[in-house]
């Protein structure tokens, strides 16, 4: 009787321990950092807390061969990211790292189906990867989605060009796969016929395909559970759009908001998700960014869903980085480097005060005492989150240094990742990993 009570015990756990990794929703963080915003958990134990240009505790540091946009993605011990080459992007590569020194452990390339000019204008390998036990799904804004094994073999890859006809899109797509413990979600919202696939991880089949949002995005789709189910929802310029995960059909739609275009739907409870406003890329005026900043509820009423704010934000504003929600508050960096801090549950101000980070164009992370960030420039703001006081400045390279080597732009900070251990910082044409000196 013991022995059949320890093996159902250990069935338990071991079930237990695969439901927890591969169970409906978003797969868990753990091991690794895998999707960009991490499937919208960002909150840590510890991350270091101290570094500089100079080389304190930073681990190593990669020349890439190329540009990116995208976040590095962290399975296990290895690091995986993506990046464009050539004056048209011609090429579009991913790329395998160790975690513990940087060393390349495979890279496979690919021709581009859409080149276009390489500029500071055009999104460049800008959305970012998904990584499970299965290996690593990428795509580039010039159409190709591609998985790959974790030593680099190539399981499927899809032309969407050859199969659903061109790419445009005014200054590229930036839209990060999204992904269940089946499915990864690609949204392509060109400017003609848009739309969102759900292809099976393991052959790349099309599960469903549906019609875009129709309007402008640079944000990324975010998988919110409302009432024990997954909506996929995306922000557009003006209006913000939710599917179903299983079937692709549009449950709801909301147009009370405006300057949308550019930060993710941050989830923070069943139904509830943060969005951030931004006048980044100037698509409506101005003086109607502040407002759209705020708290949305999804509510099912009598079978049908709706979709309001709890509330909105008076003054507070993104540049291109998310929102991030920590200690019970919600945390907004704008374009001048100016920090709100709002309370989660009423959306009032209780500051807004000026950091060193200045424009932040990453997602914030946190762990439960500090704010971390990471200013465009290369400059981390590290604050208390209890009194919303600056407590550390921490800089991974010389702006001033980097802009004289390279005029044309290159030291753009554009993702901060972790492992738990390791901060992994990554800028277009470089990343770093930082790793405090006596932390286990």
């Not at 579009?92 to 500029?119: I, M």
Request: charged residues 20%; contains cysteine.
């Amino acid at each position: 009787m013991w022995k059949k009570f320890q093996r159902t015990q250990i069935l338990i756990l071991v079930v237990g321990g695969w439901l927890a990794a591969f169970g409906s929703g978003p797969l868990l963080a753990d091991p690794g950092w895998t999707a960009f915003q991490n499937g919208g958990q960002l909150k840590f134990a510890s991350l270091p807390d101290a570094w500089d240009a100079d080389g304190k505790n930073i681990a190593w540091k990669i020349a890439i061969d190329g540009y990116g946009q995208s976040s590095p993605v962290v399975f296990g011990d290895q690091v995986l990211l993506t990046f464009t080459s050539g004056p048209n992007k011609e090429q579009c590569h991913v790329a395998a790292y160790g975690l513990k020194d940087g060393s390349k452990r495979w890279q496979q390339s690919f021709a581009n189906p859409t080149p276009e000019e390489s500029n500071n204008y055009i999104s460049r390998a800008a959305p970012t990867p998904v990584v499970d036990a299965r290996g690593v799904i990428v795509s580039f804004e010039g159409g190709l989605v591609i998985a790959l094994s974790h030593d680099g073999k190539i399981r499927w890859q899809k032309n969407l060009v050859e199969s659903y006809g061109p790419i445009k899109a005014r200054h590229g797509l930036a839209a990060s796969l999204e992904q269940d413990s089946e499915h990864v979600f690609v949204w392509i919202e060109r400017e003609g016929s848009p739309y969102v696939l759900a292809l099976h991880k393991e052959s790349g089949e099309v599960f469903w395909k549906t019609d875009g949002v129709g309007a402008t995005s640079w944000s990324s789709p975010r998988l919110i559970t409302v009432g024990g189910e997954s909506q996929l929802v995306c922000s557009a310029s003006g209006r913000v759009a939710a599917f179903d995960a299983k079937t692709g059909n549009k449950v709801w739609e909301f147009t009370d908001i405006a300057n949308n275009t550019t930060c993710t739907p941050i989830p923070v409870g069943d139904g509830l998700f943060v969005i951030g406003a931004s006048d980044g890329r100037g698509e409506q005026p101005g003086g109607a960014t502040a407002p759209s900043s705020g708290l949305l509820e999804i509510r099912s009423i009598d079978g049908k869903f709706q979709v309001g704010y709890k509330w909105r934000a008076d003054k507070a504003t993104c540049s291109f980085g998310s929102p991030i929600v920590a200690g019970n508050k919600v945390w907004l960096v704008n374009r001048s480097g100016v920090l709100y801090q709002l309370d989660l549950e009423s959306g009032k101000q209780i500051s807004a005060e000026r950091v060193a980070a200045g424009s932040v164009w990453a997602t914030p992370i946190a762990t439960d005492q500090r704010l971390y960030l990471f200013g465009k420039g290369g400059v981390t703001s590290i604050v208390d989150l209890a009194n919303a006081s600056e407590i550390a400045t921490c800089t991974t390279w010389e702006q001033a240094a980097e802009t004289a080597a390279n005029p044309m732009g290159g030291a753009v900070l554009y993702a901060a990742v972790t492992d738990g251990d390791t901060l992994l910082i990554r800028r277009g044409d470089a990343l770093y990993a930082i790793r405090q000196s006596g932390r286990q």
